[in-house]
C-alpha cells in the first residue's frame, strides 16, 4: 500500500441505508441521484465515484471524457463495491486493520516527504488525511482477508514441482545467460496512461530528490524490496519489492547503455548506483532507477535438483494459483453480497451517453 495506490485500491464507504417500504403498492423509495449503488445496505454515493475519478485523472495531460469516463467510472465504482463486500467479510471473521496497523503504514507512507509535502500531495488528490487513513484501513484490511481465505491455503507439493519441471524441461535448457533483478524507479515526467502512481515525484528536481532518499536508506543497510515499495513508482512492481523478473542476456543488451553497463558489473545482491534515464532523442531526464541484481545463471540445463529452479518453479505455481483462487474467491463473495448498481443501470438507460 502507498500514497497513490491506496486511493484507487480502497475507498471511503459511510452511513447505513435504511429501506423504507411506503407501501405495498408503492414497492421501495429508489434512491436518489447521489448514490451509485447499495452493497448489503451500505450507500456508496456518486461523490465518492466522482473524487477518485478526479484522482485518477489529475495530472494528465488529456482530458478524460466521453465512453472513456464512463469506462473509468464504471471500474472505480465495482472496486468500491468489492471493497466494501471485503469490509463486511473482515468484520464477520475479526479481521478488521487495527488503529496501530494504520498508523504504522502511513508513516511508511510519507517517509520520503515532510509534512507539508506530503500534505500537499493530499490537498493536489483532493482527499483530506482521514480520506487516506481510512484507504489505508481498507487496504490493509483487504490484503488480510486475502490471505486469511485464499493465499493461506494454497498448498504447492514436490509432486507439482515434478510434473511442471518434467513438462517444461527445455524452458530451464538456457541458451545464454539470465539475471534476476529488481529496482527502484522514480519518473520525472506524469504517467503517459495517466495511471495512479505511488508518491509521484512532480519534476527532474522532485524526481532526484526522492532517489538520492531512496538510496541514501539503502545505503544504510535497509532492505531493498521495502524501500522499492515506498519510493518506486514502477506501479507493475513496487508492491512486489520492486522485481522485474528474470531477464535474458540479449534483452538487457537493448536496454540503455547506462543500465546495462551497471548491471554486467554487479555481483548477486549488489545495487547499482543512481542511473539517469534520459530520452535518447532530447536527451531530456526521464527518471531515475537503483538496479538490484538478485541472482545470474549461466547459460546451459538446469536441473530440479537446483535450489533455485525448484523455487522458481514453486513461485510460479504459488502465484498463478493465487491469482486464479483470488479472482473465483472475488465472484464468489460477490454472488453472496446484495448489489444495487444504479449507475450502471443509468448508463444502460441512457445508451452509454451519461453526462
Not at 496497523?101 to 509535502?117: F, G, M, Q, T, Y
Not at 486469511?148 to 514436490?158: A, G, N, Q, R, Y
Request: proline share 3%; net charge negative; aromatic share 4%.
Amino acid at each position: 500500500m502507498n500514497l497513490n495506490s491506496g486511493f484507487r485500491k480502497t475507498l471511503v464507504l459511510c452511513a447505513s441505508l435504511a429501506i423504507v417500504a411506503l407501501s405495498v403498492s408503492c414497492g421501495m423509495k429508489h434512491p436518489g441521484d447521489d448514490v451509485a449503488a447499495i452493497v448489503d445496505g451500505q450507500k456508496i454515493y456518486r461523490a465518492d465515484v466522482e473524487k477518485y475519478f478526479e484522482n485518477q485523472t489529475a495530472g494528465s495531460n488529456q482530458a478524460v471524457s466521453g465512453e472513456q469516463a464512463t469506462s473509468m467510472r464504471l471500474s472505480i465504482l465495482r472496486t468500491l463495491i468489492e471493497n466494501q463486500i471485503l469490509m463486511h467479510r473482515a468484520e464477520k471473521l475479526g479481521l478488521l486493520a487495527t488503529d496501530e496497523e494504520v498508523d504504522k503504514r502511513l508513516n511508511e507512507i510519507k517517509s520520503p516527504w515532510s509534512s507539508e509535502e506530503f500534505q500537499q500531495r493530499l490537498q493536489e488528490r483532493k482527499l483530506s488525511l482521514d480520506d487516506f487513513k481510512r484507504d489505508i484501513r481498507r487496504a490493509l484490511t483487504a490484503d488480510k482477508v486475502v490471505h486469511k481465505e485464499v493465499t493461506s491455503k494454497i498448498s504447492v507439493t514436490s509432486q507439482d514441482i515434478s510434473g511442471y519441471y518434467t513438462q517444461h524441461k527445455a524452458e530451464y535448457n538456457l541458451i545464454e545467460p539470465r539475471f534476476h533483478i529488481a529496482h527502484i524507479l522514480v519518473t520525472a515526467v506524469p504517467d503517459p496512461q495517466g495511471r495512479d502512481i505511488p508518491n509521484k515525484a512532480r519534476n527532474e528536481a522532485d524526481a532526484r530528490k526522492k532517489i538520492q532518499t531512496a538510496l541514501a536508506h539503502l545505503e544504510a543497510g535497509e532492505d531493498f524490496s521495502t524501500l522499492a515499495m515506498t519510493y518506486s513508482e514502477d506501479g507493475a512492481n513496487s508492491s512486489n519489492g520492486g522485481d522485474i523478473g528474470i531477464v535474458p542476456e540479449s534483452a538487457l543488451k537493448q536496454t540503455d547503455a547506462a543500465t546495462r553497463e551497471a548491471v554486467m558489473k554487479l555481483k548477486p545482491g549488489q545495487h547499482t548506483p543512481v542511473i539517469t534515464l534520459a530520452n535518447p532523442a532530447s536527451r531530456q531526464v526521464v527518471g531515475f532507477q537503483i538496479v538490484k541484481l538478485l541472482a545470474a545463471e549461466p547459460a546451459g540445463q538446469r536441473d530440479l535438483s537446483d535450489p533455485r529452479v525448484e523455487q522458481e518453479i514453486r513461485t510460479n505455481l504459488q502465484d498463478r494459483r493465487e491469482q486464479l483462487l483470488k479472482a473465483a474467491y472475488l465472484e464468489t463473495v460477490r454472488d453472496e453480497a446484495k448489489v444495487e448498481n444504479y449507475y450502471a443501470q443509468h448508463v444502460l438507460d441512457q445508451n452509454g451517453v451519461v453526462q
